[in-house]
């Protein structure tokens, strides 16, 4: 069984740029997050989606948008990027939508300079 | 609306002490609770979980923790550190909106020192 995968690891970016960060969920599992954790924070829910639906998002603007695909992969893109995105991003996968343990990816390092 | 305090942002205890992360919730439903661990420049790894059932539940790496509904509380313990414990521990509770949103603590970083 496969963990959750992410990539790139890391990646720089200038502000106003736009980034695609990849997630390959856990075998079995067809609901995918995103969060965003800031240096120092914990990490902010961005949204969740489930069999290729939007079904819940937090506290972020419109320039931050997904997909989920029918292997149940998953891309966050982030367009127009500020300075404030710098953060790592975790994607995490789990069984359903509902209130089940979810299982992290490792992480892309976003900065942008 | 939910939400996590985790008090202390950093412990430091010595190899073979106890180790004890605060964990306060709230929660307008009988809450799902998490506690994760992250090492430097890796992503989140489930400790132990509580949804429903036993009070104490009992993780990896010889951690647990007890589920208070009085005291709005899951502390995490572990009898004995060890080097390999030094890390970020992160509390989470699982929203109730139909999806399955964790709302994190703001951590707390663990030293263990010889």
């Known amino acids: 069984e496969t963990g959750v995968t992410q990539s790139p690891t890391h990646l720089i970016k200038t502000r106003g740029q736009q980034v695609t960060l990849r997630c390959s969920s856990q075998s079995g599992h067809n609901t995918v997050s995103w969060y965003q954790q800031a240096l120092g924070q914990g990490p902010q829910f961005i949204f969740q989606y489930y069999r290729e639906e939007e079904n819940g998002r937090g506290n972020f603007p419109p320039r931050f948008s997904g997909l989920q695909f029918p292997n149940y992969s998953s891309e966050l893109n982030v367009n127009a990027l500020e300075l404030d995105d710098s953060a790592l991003y975790l994607c995490?996968?789990?069984?359903?939508?509902?209130?089940?343990?979810?299982?992290f990816g490792q992480g892309t390092r976003l900065t942008v300079v | 609306a939910q939400s996590v305090t985790q008090l202390g942002s950093h412990v430091s205890v010595s190899e073979g002490a106890l180790v004890l992360l605060r964990c306060n919730y709230s929660s307008s439903v009988p809450p799902y609770l998490f506690w994760y661990v992250q090492y430097p420049n890796q992503g989140l790894q489930l400790l132990l979980k509580?949804?429903?059932?036993?009070?104490l539940v009992k993780g990896i790496n010889g951690f647990e923790a007890e589920f208070k509904k009085s005291e709005t509380s899951f502390h995490l313990t572990k009898p004995s550190a060890h080097m390999s414990d030094a890390a970020e521990y992160f509390c989470?509770?699982?929203?109730?909106?139909?999806?399955?949103?964790?709302?994190f603590g703001a951590g707390t970083r663990l030293a263990v020192h010889p």
């Open positions: 509580y949804t429903t059932g036993a009070t």
């Open positions: 989470a509770v699982s929203s109730s909106g139909g999806y399955n949103k964790l709302i």
């Open positions: 995490a996968s789990s069984r359903d939508r509902g209130r089940t343990e979810a299982f």
